[in-house]
Each structure stands twice: as structure tokens, then as C-alpha cells.
């Protein structure tokens, strides 16, 4: 099933510039992690941010998670060509099943 | 292996024949997961194996969908009687355990029925 939403759906960006994409669930969680898919094909675990924890840093990667509001937010800084693919969300609420988003598709223009 | 490994990397079958896909998960994961995903959509929860117990299949979609996992590790999924809805990438992923880790993706299998 899929809880979790990712805004926007889409965004296109300049190559350098910063990229934020947002993720909003519904339930309790343990944990939240972002995953990168490229063409279409396997995932790519990035970060997993604790639900105790606000904010991780993973080189160009920053994920920030408010329990409050239920979302978390994931930005790019200084995005590269090669960050262009598809990011997703999942929240993890210790059921052993990750609920997933429907992700966010990234264009960076060269 | 270094990481998931999942095969053939594609399947072209005729509509009604059977098809097996293959996952070698990470050696010493413990958890193995099963995911459809259709293009441009997210992913669809299939099946989940953790250790020796018994596998949680609520998510597959009919009972033409099977899978095993032998000896804890090797993981195939079986569909029977293919249909042309059957048509998408299926993606393996292993964990070390269930809960509170990151999950690694095989490349995926993409399944055509023609």
C-alpha cells in the first residue's frame, strides 16, 4: 500500500542549484528512509533518519523529519546531472513492511 | 555476494505461459522482500520472507502468484497462467533484519507478457 506522499511529483532544476522534495505519511513511525531510483530499474537506500532524530546530513544530502507535522523533507544541494532520477519515501513503523510514496521525479538541466 | 542479485534482467513471455524470477539476496540478510512496481508508479508490497517463519503473502495479488525461499537465502517467485497485467519490473530486496534498516534493491527483473 502506499501511505506516504511526495511533493511535487515532478521538479526540473538548473544544474547547481538546490533540490527539496517533501514527504508526508499518515501513521506512527520508527523510521523514515529515501531511496534514489535511476531508469526505472533497482533503488538505492540513501538515508534513514530515526523517529527521535530531526535532521541527518549524508554528503550533499540533508533529510529533516517533523513527528508533529507528519512529513519529512529531503534536499539535494549543489545538484549534479547525475542526480536526475526518481526519489521515494518510505516510513518504516516497525511492521516490517516499508509503506512507500509514489515519488518525486528530479530533471536536472545541465 | 556484494549485493542483491536478481535474474534474467528481463522476460519476454507469451500470454498463459509460467515464469520463475530469481533472487540471491545479500549473504546473512535475514529479511527478503518482493515488489511490482508499473512504470511510473511506486511500489507494490508482494511478499516477505524474515528467517524461518512463515512468509507474509497478503500482498499478493492472486493465487497465480507463489514464492519459496530455500535454505533462507535463494528466493524465487512464480507466476502461473501469465496475463498481460502481469507486465512490470519485479524487485527483490534484502535486509538484515526486519525493522529499522535500510533495505538493499536487486536491479529488478522486467516481466513483458505478450
Known amino acids: 500500500s502506499q501511505q506516504g506522499e511526495e511533493d511535487p511529483q515532478a521538479l526540473s532544476i538548473q544544474e547547481g542549484e538546490n533540490a527539496t522534495m517533501n514527504c508526508s505519511y499518515k501513521?506512527?513511525?520508527?523510521?523514515l528512509q529515501w531511496y534514489r531510483q535511476n531508469s526505472g530499474r533497482g533503488l538505492v537506500h540513501l538515508i534513514l533518519?530515526?523517529?527521535n532524530e530531526r535532521e541527518k546530513h549524508s554528503g550533499r544530502l540533508r533529510v529533516t523529519l517533523d513527528t508533529s507535522k507528519k512529513s519529512s523533507s529531503l534536499l539535494i544541494t549543489a545538484s549534479r546531472a547525475a542526480d536526475t532520477a526518481s526519489y521515494f519515501c518510505a516510513t518504516d513503523d516497525s511492521n516490517y513492511q516499508l509503506i512507500w510514496g509514489a515519488g518525486t521525479k528530479l530533471i536536472i538541466k545541465p | 555476494g556484494a549485493g542483491v542479485s536478481q535474474s534474467p534482467s528481463n522476460k519476454v513471455t507469451e500470454k498463459g505461459k509460467d515464469v520463475e524470477l530469481r533472487c540471491d539476496p545479500i549473504?546473512?540478510?535475514?529479511?527478503l522482500y518482493w515488489y511490482r512496481q508499473s512504470l511510473g508508479q511506486g511500489l507494490e508490497f508482494l511478499i516477505y520472507f524474515q528467517g524461518n517463519s512463515a512468509p507474509d503473502k497478503s500482498g499478493l495479488p492472486s493465487d497465480r502468484f507463489s514464492a519459496e525461499r530455500t535454505g533462507g537465502s535463494v528466493s524465487t517467485l512464480t507466476i502461473q497462467r501469465t496475463q498481460q497485467e502481469d507486465s512490470a519490473v519485479y524487485l527483490c530486496a534484502s535486509s538484515p533484519n526486519s525493522g529499522g534498516y535500510g533495505y538493499t534493491f536487486g536491479s529488478g527483473t522486467r516481466l513483458t507478457v505478450v
Open positions: 549473504s546473512g540478510h535475514t529479511a
Open positions: 533518519i530515526r523517529s
Open positions: 501513521t506512527s513511525i520508527n523510521n
